[in-house]
């Protein structure tokens, strides 16, 4: 199984590059190591996150939802981070993915991933229970 880390670390490869590419590339692979490593947290936690684009929503509507303030500034990093990736993988017209701007993108994403491993045990069942009363008032509605 692939570490959701080795793409924080090409990332960071890959973040000062001279080509545009390969810096918008990294913005991609940082936005995809903390989405993918967050969500290993819920599925093998038992909540399922959707395989489709839809994952991504739900990734930051039970981050938003946890009721932890920690994981809800989480969340907001994520989301923003994943408006970052799709202007990096699907605008070509924007031309301000500079070195400056992708090393900080990989710095968040990393930030995102190490301020969700000081969550301590205790505040996880607390974010796994309230996600998963978030779950059941959804699907009761």
């Known amino acids: 199984m692939m570490n959701p880390i080795d793409f924080i670390e090409l990332a960071d490869e890959l973040k000062t590059s001279e080509k545009e590419a390969k810096r918008r590339t990294a913005i991609s692979r940082c936005y995809y190591g903390a989405y993918n490593y967050l969500k ?16 991504h929503k739900q990734l930051v509507d039970y981050l938003s939802h946890s009721n932890v303030t920690k994981t809800q500034i989480i969340g907001e990093q994520i989301k923003n ?15 301000s993915f500079d070195k400056n701007k992708t090393q900080l993108l990989v710095v968040k994403a990393k930030n995102a991933i190490d301020n969700f491993n000081k969550i301590n045990k205790d505040e996880q069942k607390i974010i796994l229970s309230n996600v998963k009363q978030h779950i059941e008032l959804k699907t009761s509605n």
């Open 40 to 55: 290993q947290f819920f599925v093998e936690s038992g909540i399922d996150i959707s395989e489709s684009a839809d994952g």
């Open 81 to 95: 981070l994943r408006k970052e990736r799709n202007s990096a993988d699907y605008n070509m017209s924007i031309q």
